[in-house]
T-cell receptor, first 113, second 115 residues
Framework: AQSVTQLDSHVSVSEGTPVLLRCNYSSSYSPSLFWYVQHPNKGLQLLLKYTSAATLVKGINGFEAEFKKSETSFHLTKPSAHMSDAAEYFC???????????FGTGTRLQVFP | GAVVSQHPSRVICKSGTSVKIECRSL??????MFWYRQFPKQSLMLMATSNEGSKATYEQGVEKDKFLINHASLTLSTLTVTSAHPEDSSFYIC???????????FGPGTRLTVL
């Protein structure tokens, strides 16, 4: 069965410093992996998606994620945090058999001025 | 592209009444729509999956008679919370997808408060 583990429930960074949100996955198959962002009281917005075409995936708002099969990781990064990046981030994998999305527990990103 | 809307964004109702939430795909045809529930500071919990023109498939533990789902067209799905109680208060989010991709596009959510 597929699963994702988000290693940090909270991450705090200063504005202008790099962001790293960690995600490890478990899958018997080549997975489809996503990062979604949720701002307070809002729905989820797709940041980026990995589908095996390229291991380094570039998303919106300057975010990118690298698929590392050897480490079963799909960490989300951004070189320079902005105040508007403060939100909840979810790492998600698709269940191979049902196409249902399997969500991580989320990481809350705080950005301090 | 791939915009999903929900209506209403917020609703407050009295205990015992029913509430309908609409989910629309605005610029694409959604063969499948999903309904999620999210409790404060928690992740999303899938409630049910609906395909246009057929009955919804509910996740284990979700009461199908309480959470009625209708997917009447390729652009509209509705969730009706029947005989709502305070414990049904939550943030309900829909998403839509197509056969062509496993990406789901999420609506902005509906905050339901049952008094």
């Amino acid at each position: 069965a597929q699963s994702v583990t988000q290693l940090d429930s909270h991450v705090s960074v200063s504005e202008g410093t790099p962001v790293l949100l960690r995600c490890n996955y478990s899958s018997s198959y080549s997975p489809s992996l996503f990062w979604y962002v949720q701002h307070p009281n809002k729905g989820l917005q797709l940041l980026l998606k990995y589908t095996s075409a390229a291991t380094l995936v570039k998303g919106i708002n300057g975010f990118e994620a690298e698929f590392k099969k050897s480490e079963t990781s799909f960490h989300l990064t951004k070189p320079s945090a902005h105040m508007s990046d403060a939100a909840e981030y979810f790492c998600v994998v698709t269940d191979y058999n049902t196409d249902k999305l399997i969500f991580g527990t989320g990481t809350r990103l705080q950005v301090f001025p | 592209g791939a915009v999903v809307s929900q209506h209403p964004s917020r609703v407050i109702c009295k205990s015992g009444t029913s509430v309908k939430i609409e989910c629309r795909s605005l610029d694409f045809q959604a063969t499948t729509m999903f309904w999620y529930r999210q409790f404060p500071k928690q992740s999303l919990m899938l409630m049910a999956t609906s395909n246009e023109g057929s009955k919804a498939t509910y996740e284990q533990g979700v009461e199908k008679d309480k959470f009625l789902i209708n997917h009447a067209s390729l652009t509209l799905s509705t969730l009706t919370v029947t005989s709502a109680h305070p414990e049904d208060s939550s943030f309900y989010i829909c998403s839509a997808g197509t056969d062509a991709t496993d990406t789901q596009y999420f609506g902005p959510g509906t905050r339901l408060t049952v008094l």
